[in-house]
């Protein structure tokens, strides 16, 4: 059975950072788009950014752009979110997914919720 588990998240002062892991397992993610989404309280959920399968194009949201970076080690089926001058609007559950067939940034951009297997979050809280 497919299943992602993030790790990393904890509560940090503004202008921190914080590395999010995500551990996939279960089936083959190498060749898998994989991207970050994160919900505030109240909110939608909503894109932060995205990894091609190869790990050589990166798409990032406005407000994560600059300043998160996304990565991904494929012998390792591990995907990570270094998130660099947090602040307090960062404050989210953050959720690691995997397009369940796409490879592109673009896979993950434009679906919808069911076309990705998702983590059960993590959560980021940056005090101000």
């Known amino acids: 059975q497919v299943q992602l588990v993030e790790s990393g998240g904890g509560l940090v002062q503004t202008g921190s950072s914080l590395r999010l892991s995500c551990s996939a397992s279960?089936?083959?993610?190498?060749?898998?788009?994989m991207g970050w989404f994160r919900q505030a309280p109240g909110q939608e959920r909503e894109f932060v950014a995205a990894?091609?399968?190869?790990?050589?194009?990166?798409y990032y949201s406005d407000s994560a752009n600059g300043r998160f970076t996304i990565s991904r080690d494929n012998t390792k089926n591990t995907m990570f979110l270094q998130m660099n001058s947090l602040r307090p609007e960062d404050t989210a559950v953050y959720y690691c997914?995997?397009?369940?067939?796409?490879?592109?940034?673009?896979?993950?951009?434009?679906?919808?919720?069911?076309?990705?297997?998702w983590g059960q979050g993590t959560q980021v809280t940056v005090s101000s």
């Open positions: 279960g089936g083959t993610f190498s060749n898998l788009a």
């Open positions: 990894i091609n399968w190869a790990g050589t194009s990166t």
């Open positions: 997914a995997a397009h369940r067939t796409g490879h592109s940034t673009g896979d993950i951009v434009q679906a919808p919720p069911v076309n990705f297997y």
